[in-house]
């Protein structure tokens, strides 16, 4: 087999490689880079050509949203994903049409696009012509997969983004017995000092903080992406607030959140048994929780904005680069008694990331915004941290290869030098078009 990187390759965004195997191609993921101008992977019309299918581990747009492009110049074949995840990509593929507008995407194209999708069930083997695959639970988003490919001679697992501890969503990815020769992880969070406390150790802090900000009469806003964290966080407030530990005021969802909530609502067969427990034996339904206000139009959230009232807003977008949470920032970020809690990742170049480096204005879409309020961090993570990384490598059967993407340059540098400090296996971290037999 062959693989070649034709993204994330000393970055987190625009995920996409091909593995080949005589005559057979695929492509694992096809996404963006989203930041100030948005990045593609190298994947041109000529290329597609030869292309025989084309996998998604999951819906975040570094995985998927380089499909629109992709069905637009041409590509007549499959896309293969789980059956939440193609429910996510329509959503948030249709977020990116509407706000990027981009010019080389054709109305032919994204009709096609819709067309051809083969659900795949986690667990069930399929093939692509000489290519033999498989879906496994990724823990990190609902409907997450990774990818394992196999030929006659060998094995290759991607493991796309994935979250080996458990969560309020999901059950963690699966690790048990599985073989490879080949490995492509994920490597986001794969520094020496990316060490993640427990989830729940977490959320204890960050309540603390909620209920100060609270006790303080100010608002707290938690930018999110609008698949996975926002869920997860949103749950885990109904608990603490149901238990009495979060102090109780309004909780308001606003931008996709809401809409992909009741695609994991319908969805719960995917997550977590207990998840679907609840809902299904004790008719506790946390998706639709009173606690939670779904913000409709903007002038409820100009009302929000104005009211003296504490709350607690959820909104998107997860590294401030656009949605409604500039609405919000424009306001209620020159208040010190108000405050932004940052809970996912932050990419280098975005304004979340300016935020995170303690900057004290930051520019988002044009505007400027003075940051007068407090900025916490708490860590709500949906992919594997050092040690899970380190423990996944040594858990493969029969590894030999290993390539990190999906991470910043240093981290992934230093990550396979620690690897290749074993001498047991071959870690690399690719540059952008490199091939490599696998
Ligand atoms: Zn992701
Ligand atoms: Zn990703």
């Given amino acids: 087999m062959k693989v070649t990187f034709l993204g994330a390759a000393g970055e987190v965004g625009r995920s996409c490689i091909m593995v080949e195997e005589d005559n057979t191609k695929v492509i694992l993921d096809a996404g963006i880079k989203l930041g100030k101008k948005i990045e593609f992977p190298v994947l041109d019309k000529e290329m597609l050509k030869s292309v025989d299918g084309i996998i998604l581990s999951h819906a975040h747009l570094d995985h998927s949203g380089y499909l629109p492009h992709i069905y637009s110049m041409g590509y007549e074949g499959f896309a293969f994903a789980t059956k939440p995840t193609f429910e996510l990509t329509n959503v948030l593929i249709s977020d990116y049409m509407r706000i990027s507008n981009p010019e080389d995407v054709t109305k032919q194209g994204l009709a096609n696009m819709t067309k051809k999708h083969k659900i795949v069930e986690y667990g069930k083997e399929f093939k692509i012509n000489n290519l033999r695959f498989r879906l496994l639970t990724a ?18 697992l991607y493991t796309g983004d994935f979250n ?43 309540v603390g903080s909620l209920n100060d900000t609270i006790t ?91 009211s003296s009232e504490s709350s607690i807003i959820v909104t998107t977008s997860g590294m401030l680069t656009g949605g409604p949470v500039v609405n919000y920032l424009q306001t209620l970020g020159k ?82 030098d620690y690897i290749n400090k074993d001498h047991k296996f071959n870690a690399v971290a690719p540059e952008q078009g490199s091939s490599y037999s696998a």
Wanted: one cysteine or more; aromatic letters at 6%; a positive charge.
């Fill in 139 to 156: 823990g990190h988003i609902l409907g997450s997969a990774m990818i394992e490919a196999s030929s006659s001679k060998s094995r290759l």
């Fill in 164 to 206: 080996l501890a458990v969560s309020k969503l999901l059950e963690p990815a699966s690790n048990l017995g599985l073989k490879a020769d080949t490995l492509v992880t994920e490597s986001t969070y794969s520094g020496k000092d990316d060490i993640f406390k427990p989830e729940k150790a977490t959320m204890d802090l960050m």
């Fill in 216 to 306: 303080r009469g100010g608002k707290a806003i938690v930018p999110s992406f609008a698949v996975g964290r926002a869920q997860e966080i949103l749950l885990l407030l109904d608990d603490y607030m149901k238990s009495g530990r979060l102090q109780k005021v309004p909780i308001y969802i606003d931008g996709m959140i809401g809409k992909a909530m009741r695609i994991h609502r319908h969805n719960v067969i995917y997550c977590r048994d207990e998840l679907q427990k609840r809902i299904l034996m004790n008719d506790d339904d946390p998706f639709k929780s009173s606690n939670f206000n779904v913000i409709k139009t903007r002038g409820e959230r100009k009302n929000i904005i104005n």
């Fill in 335 to 416: 208040d010190a008694k108000n405050k932004i809690i940052l809970v996912g990742y932050q990419a280098v170049g975005t304004p979340g990331r300016e935020l995170f480096d303690g900057k004290k204005e930051i520019q988002i879409e044009e505007k400027t915004i003075k940051v007068g309020l407090e900025v916490n961090t708490y860590h709500i993570s949906a992919h594997a941290d050092r040690p899970h990384l380190v423990n996944f490598v040594k858990s493969l059967k029969g590894l030999k290869n290993v390539y990190a993407v999906h991470g910043e340059k240093v981290k992934a540098d230093e990550f396979v």
